[in-house]
């Protein structure tokens, strides 16, 4: 394994378990309420509304197209790009006020006055029974996700494993889904792929640290010593594989972040704030929570039978 580094000495990470598993625990209670005092800004594919396919006969400015279109007061609207730079998305919130065919032939207009080259597509209009379907279908997601996550390392390791696991975890989520609740920032189904991302990232690092921990109760070296000890040891380890992981993963979503542009803002930041708190609950989560369950030495190694010959 490449190291950048190597830490000679075991950091007792353990000895602040109650200390970051208290933090965890006040930071995931101030998430739950800002998710029910605010709630989630849903996108427009959550709560209904226009969906307009515009076609350009050279290369569309975004930017510009954003601006003309907020100055018409419909809402804030989600301007991307479709594949090639003359196919653009436009998507506004739903109104009672006006109607998908008023709205498209107001916006085609305005974008006219600009670049008369413009033609309209497609117009789509999603209703709020689209909508909850969309909320049902992604809470029936996630749910499945975490499922085969404790079944699968319920099946790897042992249940103590795949519950601290997906404590951490779901830790992760609930503080991702508080900021976007805290900010306002719109959830779009992008944010919600970044989310199941997350979960996915999350239990990679913690089967590196799981798997360290299990090697750990194996080696003869480390029998004299107790199980905290043996968990510094592990998370010790694969420091300088976290840090270059993380990093290098790190570095390319701050890239999408920055350079990304509208389209990928949000997916971006919910993966940044996933990649920071995932490895955070790996190290200072997950692992005190295989403490407080009593994890031992014979959870890991199973006692060998030793088989009795027959007297004759």
């Known amino acids: 394994m490449i190291e950048f580094f190597h830490v000679k000495r075991d950091i007792p990470f353990m000895s602040y378990g109650k200390l970051t598993t208290a933090i965890s625990l006040v930071t995931f209670l101030v998430a739950v309420v800002f998710l029910g005092y605010k709630g ?4 427009v594919e959550f709560t209904g509304g226009t969906v307009m396919e515009l076609q350009y006969g050279q290369s569309a400015d975004l930017n510009q197209i954003r601006d003309s279109v907020s100055a018409m007061k419909y809402g804030d609207p989600q301007v ?3 594949g090639t730079t003359r196919d653009v998305m436009v998507r506004l919130p739903a109104t009672k006020l006006h109607t998908a065919a ?8 305005t974008l006219k006055k600009d ?11 999603i209703g709020p029974s689209v909508g909850d379907e969309l909320v049902s279908h992604g809470i029936t997601a996630l749910v499945l996700v975490c499922v085969g996550i404790v079944a699968y390392l319920a099946v790897r390791f042992e249940w103590r494993f795949a519950v601290s696991a997906i404590l ?16 306002q920032w719109e959830f779009t189904l992008t944010v919600l792929a970044a989310v199941l991302a997350v979960l996915g990232y999350s239990v990679n690092e913690s089967v590196v640290v799981f798997d360290r921990i299990r090697e750990n109760f194996r080696k003869p070296q480390m029998r004299g010593r107790e199980v905290p000890q043996i968990i510094d040891n592990a998370i010790t380890a694969t420091m300088s594989r976290t840090i270059i992981t993380h990093g290098s993963t790190e570095v390319m979503v701050l890239s999408m972040l920055v ?3 509208p389209a990928l803002h949000g997916f971006a930041t919910a993966l940044t704030i996933g990649i920071l708190f995932g490895i955070y609950s790996s190290v200072l989560v997950a692992s005190p929570l295989l403490l407080m369950f009593g994890v031992t030495r014979e959870n890991m190694i199973k006692p060998v039978k030793v088989k009795q ?3 004759v």
Do not use: K
């Open 80 to 82: 991307q790009a479709l």
């Open 102 to 109: 008023q709205i498209s032939d107001a916006v085609l207009a």
């Open 115 to 125: 670049r008369p080259d413009v033609q309209m597509r497609r117009v789509e209009f």
């Open 168 to 183: 951490a975890n779901m830790h992760d989520v609930v503080i991702i889904l508080g900021f976007f609740a805290f900010f």
């Open 40 to 43: 989630l800004n849903f996108g």
């Open 259 to 261: 350079f990304g542009g």
């Open 309 to 311: 010959e027959a007297v």
